[in-house]
């Protein structure tokens, strides 16, 4: 069972990234689809959950607006598109998937 995220890199403020997150092992469509980021100094937090079957996603506050999860469970994949980046989006970012969790892939915001 893994979890791997890509799609992380250097990004000017205002720029958008995709992070993707490819789970193999297991069918990544039965469990809720969650994005986790940590930055510096700082506790791991939510960013942004898809539910399994219907429901309401899940944006932080600081995130509404700008950030959309979505998923293709045909490829098993999960996504993160986030646009109108600023230097506080600066993390590393986290694919959780049940119990299991990718390796994390860094954004950092900078121009």
């Known amino acids: 069972v893994q979890l791997v995220e890509s799609g992380g890199g250097l990004v000017q403020p205002g720029g958008s990234v995709r992070l993707s997150c490819l789970g193999s092992?297991?069918?990544?469509?039965?469990?809720?689809a969650n994005w986790y980021r940590q930055a510096p100094g700082k506790e791991r937090e939510l960013v942004a959950s898809?539910?399994?079957?219907?429901?309401?996603?899940y944006y932080a506050d600081s995130v509404k607006g700008r950030f959309t999860i979505s998923r293709d469970n045909a490829k098993n994949s999960v996504y993160l598109q986030m646009n109108a980046l600023k230097s506080e989006d600066t993390a590393t970012y986290y694919c959780?998937?049940?119990?299991?969790w990718g390796q994390g892939t860094q954004v950092i915001v900078s121009s």
């Open positions: 092992g297991f069918a990544l469509g039965i469990y809720s």
């Open positions: 959780n998937i049940g119990n299991y």
């Open positions: 898809n539910p399994r079957y219907g429901g309401t996603t």
